[in-house]
């Protein structure tokens, strides 16, 4: 039977990759996003539109059950849904700060929540979760944005251990730099919060960082979308992928060095 995908976060960037990318692979695809018309581009590669709001219950909802009344089914879910707000944790406001949590770890266990019955009652699934190398290392003025991330990390680990007995697969994705909006965005969050004031240079130095190096260095999302597709094909997938220009080295670092030398590098890094 024909596998169903919902892919959140699928309007650019990684989202929209993974999209194209699944269903060239034969899978019938559901992309979701806030804006139905960031969609339409999809619809060429045989992508299906749906409204999602990762922050609202019931719009979470009724996307499910959309796919669910048109497909019957959900066989494959990716987390993409995120963003990253940048800023000094002495700057973010509490309203910003539990935004990005509610947007990149509550929204992304909702979805889970929503879509497992029917994978256990069906006795199998896969579920993609997109962190980022920013779930196991950090970066000034990231704090919240890290927040999210680690925990993202450790509701996968806890969760695989959970459905594995159900014949449900969950996979971490984590990219490094990846030339998308990301960079942008989490800059302009950067300014607005902590452009001014204590921390004004170490803003500038990673706007300067993530605008220039960064940015001309990232891969293309579609190297990600290549790695989202090979874990949802295959038989026994990974339970995580590192990918994107300097992922591995990374993650290579952070598991060698000592605290006080990362501090150094990534301070060095973004300012």
Known sequence: MNRVALVTGASSGIGAATARRLARAGLTVY???????????????????????????????????????????????????????????????MAEARRQIEVNLFGLARMIQLVVPGMRGRGGGTIVNITSIGGKITTPLGGWYHASKFAVEGLSDALRTEL????????????????TEWGDIAMESAKAASGDGAYAERVAAASAAMEGPIAQRGSDPDVVARTIERAVTAGRPRTRYAVGFMAKPSLIARRVLPDRAMDWIQTRMLG
């Open 164 to 179: 594995a007995p159900f014949g449900i697969d969950v996979v971490v994705i984590e990219p490094g730099g990846i030339a």
């Open 31 to 93: 992309g979701a996003a806030r804006r139905l018309d960031r969609l339409a581009e999809l619809a060429a590669d045989g992508v299906r539109a749906v409204e999602l709001d990762v922050t609202s219950d019931d719009s979470m909802t009724a996307a499910v059950d959309h796919v669910l009344s048109e497909a019957g089914r959900i066989d494959v879910l990716v987390n993409n849904a995120g963003y990253g707000s940048y800023g000094a944790i002495e700057d973010v406001p």
